[in-house]
């Protein structure tokens, strides 16, 4: 069995979140990413937290089986090398402002000319050719000004940030599925392209829910804390041991959950007899359902509610999702190899091929670790070279 | 220009919203997308609201430029329809529940003995070899049992939903990256292949931030409001006229801050020296902003904020956010065609490629609009057998 994308060559110019996630994808399926880093200061989310002996674990688990090498971008020898390696590589992702690669030349239209099969990615906050262009766009930014904030919280409440930055993992991601389909493009039709890729199209191309209320109805929708938009009890609630969360969409579920709580006259009961009375009474609903749950343990409900056939599910932690049968079966959080670090529990992408192997055991980069390998290998530098560049702070 | 997926057949099994989003990317890329819907009842979202004259608009949305063609799966001549589209198909797609499709006789096994090269991508809730394959996957089960909502949510409160379904969108973005990346690997090596999606990995995956914690220092993340996890202030604040973010994650940054609101004396405050002393000290600190926030229009305090550099944004709800000159001006939402209704806003998936056009106009299919067109062009079908097989509910 080979990789999925065994062959394919990226050289990645990407920092913090959004680009080595998407690089982190395709290095998951076997392409070769040969990640470009300042020299001496590395990757920006190598000085974010959290660290273990100096090495931050957020970075580690971004960049696992990536090369890093480092080139200084700003001077011209390290652009040289750069589009050196562009001629030698089939995408190429960088997730600077607009206008930064221009600054250092190289931008898609310096590159293309190199290498016209090239394919440019580009992460950025708004697009290049957006009003807001030069606007800053972290990803707390993103998540406010997408609509993803105004529609997360609890009722009556304020906006509230969804706990991941799912602005960055999202273009990420998406920037991922654009660049193995331009592969694909390019494999039948020989042409190399740019993709831009916008962090707020990315989150505002995932709210369709939101979204077909408020283009067609002209209905804006407001956080409502876990209960769903129209069906009621979708909702969580809390137990002596944690919160879990149930599903009664039908009135046979509204019925059997009757039955869970030993509450069977509320069948009968004239505010819950469909779903949109059930949801207009929803407090009182609330408090009754709450009332039981929160006299037993989380286990307890469960069963109960799995008895009576009602999809429901624990709220776990970090920590019982990681230690769950179920990721340990799936094989979710892998031991990795960091040259630093006594361990390095990596994750990768999610998905499984069946012709493809899965990595078994992936290797998170120290600063520069391939630098002189990448360069030797690739662009025949030599030992003296070398040296002189790294003297003059070029690599 | 063509498409991107120009040439591509994607056979779509999908209901509600994993699956469907998946194909929307693909059908957006220009493959072909035949979408297979239950006779006279559909893909369930049909029957999910909101509803403009009978028709659901979260399914318009979610089902832009397929062809809907009604199949009964439960029949023997449905399933045969089936394996005949299956041969002249690159791609199926199907989120039913692990089993479902074998009990069809549609199988990966069943199918790939009639094409080989056939990509054959399966979304479920956790997968056909997780010990929870049985359980049900909706979203909110999904975000609950991942991590999802155990790290969103105000400090020391309940863990809350994302307000989208982050599950079901995210797994759909993954199985289409994974589509689109055998399709690339078939074109190399000439093979099809299984592709399994597992929605807790999906989310799971996403969450390197806080699983960076967890697994390296095994420290459990919670819920902590809009604040950032280590530096302050990154956090959102009330105006007048809404709230908004602001990001002060350097020391330069919170001075500019104290100027911006005219308590320069806040610079020698030794409760806010540093990140860490202003991360400890940040309900001091959230009060004395809120205090300048407050009494300020959003647009005052942007303004302000703007002039000392501080990266700062409104939180925008989905009507603001559709109406922003940044939506205009990258054409977000663009008018759709739908036999039933007299509009139909639609959202593409976010990317721009520069060889390959961006459907200006896209369909979102009735029930069954394609069923002769595809069933007559593909199987040849004549008019007679048609006619039978819809009196027998079989398509």
Not at 23 to 49: F, Q, Y
Not at 101 to 112: E, G, I, P, Q, T
Not at 270 to 292: E, G, K, M, P
Request: aromatic fraction near 6%; glycine fraction near 6%; include cysteine.
């Amino acid at each position: 069995m080979t990789n999925i994308l065994d062959g394919v060559r990226i050289l990645d110019l990407t920092r913090v979140m959004s680009g080595p996630y998407c690089t982190s994808m395709l290095a998951d399926l076997g392409a070769e990413v040969i990640k470009i880093e300042m020299p001496e200061i590395g990757d920006e989310a190598r000085h974010m937290g959290p660290f273990i002996e100096g090495h931050s674990t957020y970075f580690a688990m971004l960049n696992r089986d990536k090369k890093s090498v480092t080139v200084n971008l700003k001077t011209p020898e390290g652009q040289k090398i750069i589009k050196q390696l562009v001629e030698r590589c089939d995408v190429l992702v960088e997730n600077f402002r607009p206008g930064v690669m221009a600054r250092y030349n190289l931008s898609y239209d310096d590159l293309k000319a190199i290498n016209p099969k090239l394919i440019y990615a580009s992460i950025s906050g708004f697009g290049a050719d957006s009003p807001l262009a030069a606007h800053p766009a972290l990803d707390i930014v993103i998540q406010a000004m997408s609509g993803l904030m105004s529609v997360t919280g609890e009722e009556n409440s304020r906006a509230l940030m969804t706990g991941e930055s799912m602005a960055d993992v999202s273009s990420g991601i998406f920037a991922a599925f654009g660049i193995v389909a331009a592969l694909f493009n390019r494999e039948k039709k020989g042409q190399g392209q740019h993709i831009d890729v916008a962090m707020f199209d990315s989150v505002f191309a995932m709210l369709l829910t939101g979204l077909s209320q408020q283009l067609y109805l002209d209905k804006t929708p407001a956080p409502m804390g876990n209960r769903h938009p129209v069906t009621y009890p979708v909702d969580s609630f809390p137990t002596r041991t944690g919160d879990i969360v149930l599903c009664c969409f039908t009135r046979p579920l509204f019925e059997g959950l009757c039955d869970a709580m030993a509450r069977p006259e509320l069948k009968q009961d004239d505010r819950f007899r469909d779903n949109a009375a059930r949801s207009a009474n929803d407090n009182v609903l609330r408090a009754i359902i709450t009332q039981w749950t929160q006299n037993h343990t989380k286990d307890e409900v469960l069963a109960a509610l799995g008895k009576a056939g009602i999809p429901a599910a624990p709220v776990q932690t970090l920590a019982e999702a990681a230690a769950s049968e179920h990721a340990k079966a799936r094989d979710l959080v892998q031991d990795g190899h960091h040259a630093g670090l006594a361990q390095a529990p990596l994750v990768q992408q999610p998905l499984r091929f069946s012709s493809a192997p899965r990595p078994s055991s992936q290797t998170t980069p120290i600063l520069g670790e391939h630098t002189r390998e990448v360069l030797t290998k690739e662009l025949s530098l030599d030992q003296a070279k070398l040296d002189d560049y790294a003297k003059r702070g070029i690599i």
